[in-house]
Nanobody, 119 residues
Framework: QVQLAESGGGLVQPGGSLRLSCAASANIFRGYTMGWYRQAPGKQRELVATITNLESTYYASSVKGRFTISRDNAKNTLFLQMNSLKPEDTAVYYC?????????????WGQGTQVTVSS
């Protein structure tokens, strides 16, 4: 069974914080580099951050220093702590594994979680 269930989004004022969670099935999560992606209205989905199984991380330049990705390998769960949020962070956020070149191994996507940054 394939599962990606994102949660934790919402409406927040600029400068605020949110913590996203993603519960994944083992066949997508275990042993894989995992990533957070986002898609803003009218734009293509983009990679936000990745974390390897050994917890090495990568961040897109637009979020570096503000977002922190982490994982709980025992619970197949991925997290994204988002601080100092900006209106341009508004998007639907998705999790998935990561194969390189901005793409996941899995073709399956969850429903995502909406993040809206607005005053």
């Amino acid at each position: 069974q394939v599962q990606l269930a994102e949660s934790g989004g919402g409406l927040v004022q600029p400068g605020g914080s949110l913590r996203l969670s993603c519960a994944a099935s083992a066949n997508i999560f275990r042993g894989y580099t995992m990533g957070w992606y986002r898609q803003a209205p009218g734009k293509q989905r983009e990679l936000v951050a990745t974390i390897t199984n050994l917890e090495s991380t990568y961040y897109a330049s637009s979020v570096k220093g503000r977002f922190t990705i982490s994982r709980d390998n025992a619970k197949n769960t991925l997290f994204l702590q988002m601080n100092s949020l900006k209106p341009e962070d508004t998007a639907v956020y998705y999790c998935n594994n990561y194969r390189g070149s901005g793409r996941p191994w899995s073709d399956y996507w969850g429903q995502g979680t909406q993040v809206t940054v607005s005053s």
